[in-house]
């Protein structure tokens, strides 16, 4: 597995899949949400409101993930997740770890061979870039069995996560990308 952490614009990533970093509602919202909706156009919406009046009339929970098609966007689809609102008390790391592991598996599942991530609850979530970089390392070094599944010693990735040939890690900003380049700088 290839890790890149870059500083872009998600909407424009030729990956497999990308992740939201939705909201519990899954009808758009602002930030990374917004613009992920905005670039893949109208059908999006009509996705996610397939799934709230079918599987999902509760909404998505924190920590889960569920795929659509990407539409307008150059991936193929998008794995919506929703991190922790630490605003609202939801402050288990663990939770957040689970984003991540969650869309990788997720991933996997749909056969996508390559992701881009944003910084999961990193902004309007409470939740800072160093600890959204901390969740995905710890995603992608457990892999999908969690905390119990994790060994020591060297660890080669591709035997947690098989079908997945890269993922990259897109930040918004520098020091976003500056964080995620430190916390992952033993995996990349």
Do not use: K
Request: glycine share 10%; with cysteine.
């Amino acid at each position: 597995m290839r890790i890149e952490v870059i500083t872009d614009d998600i909407t424009r990533r030729h990956v497999d899949a990308i992740a939201n970093a939705a909201n519990s509602t899954l009808l758009g919202g602002g930030g990374v949400d917004g613009a992920i909706h905005r670039a893949a156009g109208p059908q999006l919406l009509v996705a996610c409101r397939h799934l709230r009046a079918t599987v999902l009339p509760e909404g998505l929970p924190p920590g889960q993930a569920v795929a659509t098609p990407a539409f307008d966007l150059p991936a193929q689809w998008v794995i919506h997740t929703v991190g922790p609102n630490r605003h609202a008390g939801q402050d288990d790391p663990e939770v957040l770890r689970s984003c991540y592991s969650e869309s990788l598996q997720l991933a996997q599942r749909i056969g996508a061979r390559s992701v881009a991530f944003p910084a999961i609850g990193a902004g309007v979530y409470g939740w800072s870039p160093e600890e959204s970089a901390s969740a995905a390392r710890r995603a992608l070094l457990e892999g999908p069995s969690g905390p119990a599944g994790a060994s020591c010693g060297q660890l080669d990735l591709t035997d947690r996560w098989p079908d997945i040939e890269l993922v990259e890690f897109v930040a918004f900003n520098e020091d976003v990308r500056a964080s995620f380049t430190r916390e992952l700088a033993g995996i990349t």
